[in-house]
């Protein structure tokens, strides 16, 4: 299986400020996705990672808010902009290998808390 | 669009003993991927068990297995002599056939949080 590492793993933030989240894989992957998993609630997809183009969003989710960029196959970075209380969130990557079985496998998040 | 409804916000089941946990989904596609994913209080998201829409057979590993009823629009998961490691929020999620882009996402239920008591 994956081997998916997250930077951060936690971050207590100020309002207003940015904060970018990578994500490493161990091998080359077709697919790569940012999830945010609110407190207490399900996951939601903000947006796909498109290796050397512009990330797919998710309708209610921005550029200007979410940034993201993947350079190559193994490596995305999300950033969240401008924070505020309501970003606090888990944010998690997951990637999907080629000649898979359609599954997701997820790294271990990282804990935001906006102040 | 597609939804995944799961009905049952907690669960609790004593050591060794098997429990079932509940999920519904609606879609107008005939072909599609149902998962089990397991988030222990670590939060790391660990892939549990997975069942393609055209396999009758219903997908089973090692003391976890799917009840997959397709006309029903119905996908449980039995958990058979539950271990304290089992305690967890069970998601259950849903993924369209098509390759590429957003239609590669994965649609989740709200969760179900299985206790295990010793």
């Known amino acids: 299986s994956a081997v998916i590492s997250q930077k951060p793993s936690r971050d207590i933030c100020q309002r207003g400020t940015s904060l970018t989240i990578q994500c490493q894989v161990d091998?080359?992957?077709?697919?790569m996705f940012w999830y945010r998993q609110q407190p207490g609630q399900s996951l939601t997809l903000i947006a796909t990672?498109?290796?050397?183009?512009?990330?797919?969003?998710e309708s209610g989710f921005v550029i200007d808010k979410f940034p993201i960029s993947r350079p190559n196959l193994t490596f995305s970075t999300l950033t969240v902009s401008n924070m505020s209380p309501e970003d606090s969130s888990i944010y998690l990557c997951?990637?999907?290998?080629?000649?898979?079985?359609?599954?997701?496998?997820f790294g271990p998040g990282t804990r935001l808390t906006v102040l | 669009a597609q939804t995944v409804t799961q009905s049952q916000p907690e669960m609790s089941v004593q050591e060794a003993e098997t429990v079932t946990l509940s999920c519904t989904y609606d879609t107008s596609e005939s072909d599609y991927y149902l998962f089990w994913y397991k988030q222990p209080p670590s939060r790391q998201m660990i892939l549990v068990i997975r069942q393609e829409a055209y396999k009758q057979q219903n997908a089973t590993e090692n003391r976890f297995s799917v009840n997959f009823q397709k006309a029903a629009k119905s996908f449980s998961l039995k958990i058979s002599d539950s271990q304290l490691g089992d305690a967890a929020m069970y998601f259950c999620a849903y993924r369209s056939p098509y390759y590429g882009g957003a239609t590669n996402k994965l649609i989740f239920g709200t969760g179900t949080l299985l206790a295990v008591q010793p």
């Open positions: 990672a498109n290796q050397g183009s512009e990330a797919t969003y």
């Open positions: 091998s080359q992957v077709t697919m």
């Open positions: 997951s990637v999907e290998y080629p000649g898979g079985y359609n599954e997701q496998f």
